[in-house]
């Protein structure tokens, strides 16, 4: 079994890896404030429910997100890793996801006139969309990143743009939604939402607008194009014979289905606990703060230790956000304490998921990059993602699941998961200090 080191990072001047740091810095911050204040779990959720949408529907808002970020990737990797520049890539689509989203707010406005049906259908089609060409762009975006960020930088590069992103957004982004959702809002429905979704049009301009100037350095070690089915049919041999590629994916597979609870927190708050639509804007808030705080020990915890270490620290964390939403309505009722208290319960939850929702990004994205093969990144990379957009499809039983057993029965659900997600990160291993990632097997 053959040792090496990794290749070193691409030679750039000490401006330039700064300049591309900046940018790439300005891009997470546009788009973690962006999509706070349109947040599916907590803002899109509210919006579909005021159009009459079902309980599944609600659970299908974060999987579509989810599985468009990531199924698309196995279709476009092929044809990326024989490209010697992504970057253009990355821009055209960018483009197309703009158009999309605008087009979105103008649904969003049109719900005002719109039978409710066809409002929602429109709406929840072009948010389909728009994560769906987002999918295609995220797996150049993440080459890019790993051919101009240095290795050893990464998670601090990550960390970074979740910490500013995370503070700006629960600065703006909770303010913004608390009062436009609020009773005392100077704009109704559904011009409240259209106006969320406008900003965050604006933010997601300015996020693909910088990432957009990164200078690009050629591609170092171009491969064969490789067609979506090629890449199917190699997928078997890869998780067999690469053992952290394979409790990786698992990993992630068990992670995003404890989140089977996560889009009806905010249902089950408002129309099981009677708190007002506005509290929204309060764990939008918390959830953003969390995760901006959370990366000042995230982004630090991945350079220093690896993000086996990172993995394993906010797979436990993901376990308290189920069984907070379980236990804590419970002891607030059974100690008779008002609705601050009960608002404060349940900002914990939400502060627990914020929290691991970053830490979690930050160590699957620098760990998939580092287990992957220089050469043949974007297909390891975008074979990865495609199996955990399938995946994406598994909280959609939340909605189900809420009408079989109810709230709490789905949020022991969630806690399961998570729990099995914990007990499956102990299986990795710390790649930077381990054999050739080509080359390990069971």
């Not at 959720?45 to 659970?59: D, K, N, T, Y």
């Not at 708050?269 to 639509?277: I, K, R």
């Not at 939850?349 to 093969?373: C, H, K, N, Q, R």
Request: contains cysteine.
């Amino acid at each position: 079994m053959a040792y090496h080191e990794r290749s070193p990072d691409p030679p750039a001047s000490l401006a330039v890896t700064r300049r591309n740091y900046r940018f790439g810095v300005i891009n997470g911050v546009s788009f973690t404030i962006g999509e706070s204040i349109t947040s599916p779990g907590l803002v899109l959720s509210l919006l579909v429910r005021q159009l009459g949408g079902p309980l599944i529907l609600i659970g299908m808002l974060p999987a579509i997100q989810t599985m468009g970020y990531l199924m698309p990737q196995l279709l476009v990797s092929g044809r990326l890793q024989a490209l010697r520049f992504r970057l253009p890539f990355y821009r055209r689509i960018g483009l197309v996801r703009l158009g999309v989203q605008a087009l979105l707010v103008v649904a969003i406005f049109g719900a005002a006139v719109l039978p409710p049906p066809i409002a929602l259908a429109l709406i929840v089609g072009l948010y389909t969309l728009f994560n769906f060409a987002g999918g295609m762009t995220t797996l150049a975006f993440q080459d890019v990143v790993a051919k101009v960020i240095p290795l050893t930088v990464r998670g601090r590069f990550f960390g970074t743009r979740q910490l500013v992103g995370g503070l700006l957004a629960f600065a703006l982004g909770g303010t913004l939604v608390r009062w436009l959702l609020s009773t005392d809002s100077p704009v109704g429905f559904p011009g409240n939402f259209g106006t969320l979704a406008f900003l965050s049009l604006v933010c997601f301009s300015i996020g693909i607008g910088s990432f957009s100037l990164v200078k690009e350095p050629p591609q170092p070690a171009l491969a064969r194009p490789q067609r979506m089915i090629d890449g199917l049919r190699r997928a078997p041999e890869l998780l067999r014979t690469n053992r952290n590629y394979r409790w990786f994916i698992i990993t992630r597979l068990l992670g995003r289905t404890g989140q089977i609870a996560e889009p009806f927190y905010i249902i089950y708050a408002t129309e099981t606990l009677g708190l007002p639509q506005s509290v929204a804007g309060v764990f939008v808030a918390i959830w953003a703060l969390a995760g901006a705080l959370s990366n000042l020990g995230w982004g630090r915890l991945s350079d220093r230790h690896g993000n086996r270490a990172l993995l394993l620290l906010t797979s436990s964390t993901a376990v308290l956000g189920p069984l907070l939403m379980l236990a804590g309505p419970a002891a607030v009722h059974a100690a008779s304490l008002g609705e601050t208290a009960l608002v404060a319960m349940l900002g914990l939850a939400f502060l627990a998921v914020g929290a691991a929702a970053d830490g979690t990004m930050i160590a699957s994205m620098t760990y998939l990059l580092e287990i992957a093969p220089e050469d043949e990144r974007p297909t390891y990379v975008g074979l990865a993602n495609t199996i955990l957009g399938v995946g994406a499809l598994l909280p959609v039983l939340g909605g189900w699941l809420v009408l079989q057993i109810g709230y709490q029965g789905t949020f022991m659900v969630g806690a399961c998961f998570a729990l099995l997600a914990l007990a499956s990160s102990r299986r990795l291993v710390e790649v930077r200090r381990q054999p050739a990632t080509r080359q390990r097997t069971a």
